[in-house]
């Protein structure tokens, strides 16, 4: 094979592999987050619209139940104060003979949300640790009695 064939070959194949490298390694676009209100486009950081005062609406946080009565469901957490027990006049009721009457107390600090165990017998697991009170961070699995969830903010 002439050299000058081998030459070809070679660049043609730099410029292949330059022009690969570029498409993979350039930046990507952020996607444009439109304004819920006057429709403008928003800047990345932005939380508020600069021009209508529109605010971007907070994450629903979620209690996603993964064992126990309710596996499978996913309840959110609007209210102030969430209660969970095992009889009526809790916000979440659960059919588990483990659960105290009142169970625990989920509530809205700022933020954040606290669980707290409203002097159930058989106390308040969260991530394998026995605990009265906690603020929950996201992923967090809180078991109580036969009934295990998970904390979840999307």
């Not at 050299?3 to 930046?27: E, S």
């Not at 969430?82 to 009889?87: D, E, H, L, Q």
Request: with cysteine; aromatic share 6%.
């Amino acid at each position: 094979m002439p050299i000058g064939a081998i030459i070809g070959i070679a660049v043609g194949g730099a410029v292949l592999l330059i022009v690969i490298l570029v498409l993979v390694l350039r930046p990507k676009k952020e996607k444009q987050r439109l304004c819920g209100g006057c429709r403008r486009v928003m800047a990345g950081g932005w939380d508020k619209c600069m021009f209508c005062g529109w605010q971007v609406p907070a994450p629903i946080p979620h209690l996603e139940f993964v064992g126990g009565p309710m596996a499978g469901q996913s309840v959110p957490l609007h209210e102030q104060v969430t209660t969970i027990g095992s009889v009526a006049g809790n916000t979440i009721v659960l059919a588990d003979p483990a659960i105290s009457k009142k169970h625990i107390g989920i509530r809205r600090v700022g933020a954040d949300f606290e669980l707290a165990d409203l002097g159930s017998t058989n106390g308040v697991y969260v991530n394998g640790y026995r605990m009265p009170k906690k603020i929950l961070a996201n992923g967090d699995i809180v078991r109580i009695g036969n009934t295990e969830l998970v904390f979840r903010v999307f």
